[in-house]
């Protein structure tokens, strides 16, 4: 078994673009479509519709930002040089025309679907979410594949469970802590302050942009 290793240490920035319903979608996928015994290789209708909304997402942040990896329902990208991201209002608007392009692909591929039945007609639910967190990250190669390792690679990552179907009522949102907001200059007008608190960490100030 080969050990890890350690290629360099750097500070940046983190995004996380999650498909929100992703599990459940695919939980009543499986249902309404269970394998066939004698077709093993049908893939139910809905499985391209979601490799083709992550493929999406992964063109409108990639670049500035550079991928990391697929985590089942989620685009995980990271910058390492804040200044080929976009700062201020212009950060927002990114965010927001990368949500946009999403619901436009999410359309579209809901009207080529071939499949009618009540489970596939959920996709329609799903929806997006963004995190974006600054700090520092070891970058490392283990198996052949590149890991970010790291404190704040851990915060962004739990950043994804937090209060802020609360606080807007489950409209869809760009979540930035204030790190984040601190580096790039993004003005705060419109957001709404949080404060999450997680095991082992300090609390953490964020604010939360939705999109409407």
């Known amino acids: 078994m080969?050990?890890?290793m350690i290629t360099g240490a750097a500070s940046g920035l983190f995004l996380l673009a999650d498909i929100s319903g992703y599990t459940g979608f695919l939980q009543a996928v499986g249902v309404a479509h269970p394998p066939d015994p004698i077709d093993f290789a049908e893939v139910p209708p809905a499985y391209p519709l979601m490799s083709s909304l992550l493929d999406g997402i992964i063109g409108r942040v990639v670049p500035p930002f550079t991928l990391s990896k697929l985590e089942g329902d989620a685009v995980f990208a990271f910058a390492v040089d804040a200044d080929d991201v976009p700062r201020g209002d212009a950060l927002l608007d990114f965010l927001a025309a990368c949500y946009g392009g999403f619901r436009t692909h999410l359309s579209a591929l809901e009207d080529a679907l071939t499949c009618d039945?009540?489970?596939?007609s959920r996709g329609a639910s799903?929806?997006?979410?963004?995190?974006l967190h600054a700090g520092r990250f070891v970058i490392q190669t283990i198996g052949g594949g590149r890991e970010l390792a790291g404190p704040d690679v851990v915060m962004a990552h739990r950043l994804l469970k937090n209060g802020a179907d609360a606080a807007?009522?489950?409209?869809p949102y760009a979540l930035v802590?204030?790190?984040?907001v601190t580096r790039l200059d993004i003005p705060r007008a419109g957001s709404t302050a949080m404060t999450e608190t997680y095991d082992h960490y300090p609390p953490i100030e964020v604010a939360l942009f939705p999109f409407r």
Do not use: I, P, Q, R
């Open 168 to 171: 807007l009522g489950h409209a």
């Open 126 to 131: 799903l929806d997006l979410k963004f995190v």
């Open 2 to 4: 080969s050990a890890a």
């Open 117 to 120: 039945c009540e489970a596939c």
């Open 177 to 180: 802590t204030d790190a984040a």
